[in-house]
């Protein structure tokens, strides 16, 4: 299976480049790194603590987020023009370098 490169960058500034396999969500690719990106919900699309802020570049190449993932995105803390959810992103060849910011906080807005 292709693997890619994949750079996490702390709020306070730190990269961390990953190796990852190309078919697996941000938010596996974290947890499998001991990245800081809770994902309470195991990736069902339930909360929103497995925000990620994308590099506009790779950005503007993912799919249009479904209206589900909006509708999370709507009680994201910090939220930005290129917030995702973890969970929702499948990670591809074309995202060989990709830069992933960990926002500042992240709040469950399910209570969990």
Known sequence: MAEIDVIFVEANGTE??????????????????????????????????????VQQKFYDALPEASEEEEEMLDFTVGLTGTSRLGCQIELTKAMDGMRLYLPKSSQNMMGF
Not at 40 to 48: D, F, I, L, R, V
Request: net charge negative; glycine share 8%.
């Open 16 to 53: 961390k480049t990953v190796k990852a396999k190309v078919g697996m969500s941000v938010l596996q690719l974290a947890h499998y790194n001991d990245i800081d990106m809770e994902g309470t919900c195991e990736g069902n699309m339930a909360c929103s603590t497995c925000h990620i802020i």
